[in-house]
């Protein structure tokens, strides 16, 4: 019986040493990709075109890492065809900067013009805390009929933000 008990154990000690050989030391956790970017710049197009594959434009996510798409909206590219994805950064000052000008611009009157089919351009910022959300849209872009000298403004410095932050794109 005693050898039994010492077979048992030494078989018991073994597999149990073995089992720590065997471990390997867990990989260092990777830090998180937010699923959704904080801020993203969308160009819709005018009413007659039938596009139905629509992308962002630019999405930027809060380390500043972006995703440029500039055949989002490409009129000529066929609508099995995949839009170009880009991938590189916006410089955080410039991020930082726009965050501070999307909040005050949620404060003002882009104003509607006459005509509805005109496409629209929309800049959404979509924090961790959904809370703090801030989505501006500005319809027809291009007219200014029938707008007061406010809104024109407030539009212009719409278009000013959105041009920014697409021109300040870097490709990595």
């Not at 995703?67 to 609508?79: E, L, Q």
């Not at 880009?86 to 501070?100: K, Q, R, S, T, Y």
Request: glycine share 6%; net charge negative; aromatic share 4%.
């Amino acid at each position: 019986m005693r050898k039994m008990k010492s077979a048992l154990l030494f078989l018991v000690v073994t597999l149990a040493g073995g089992w720590g050989v065997a471990a390997a030391e867990p990989a260092p956790p990777t830090p998180a990709v937010p699923a959704i970017a904080l801020l993203t710049l969308t160009t819709m197009p005018t009413g007659w075109q039938s596009r139905v594959d629509l992308r962002p434009m630019l999405e930027v996510y809060p380390d500043g890492r972006a995703v440029k798409t500039p055949d989002a909206i490409a009129a000529d590219r066929a609508p099995d065809t995949p839009p170009q994805r880009l991938n590189g950064a916006v410089p955080l000052d410039v991020l930082n900067a726009a965050l501070g000008e999307i909040r005050a611009l949620s404060t003002v009157d882009l104003g509607m013009p006459s005509a509805t089919d005109q496409g629209s351009q929309i800049i959404d910022v979509m924090p961790e805390q959904a809370d703090q959300d801030v989505h501006l849209i500005m319809y027809a872009p291009e007219l200014t009929e029938g707008l007061t000298t406010e809104q024109q403004t407030a539009r212009q410095r719409f278009t000013d933000l959105y041009r920014k932050l697409v021109d300040s794109f870097v490709q990595s």
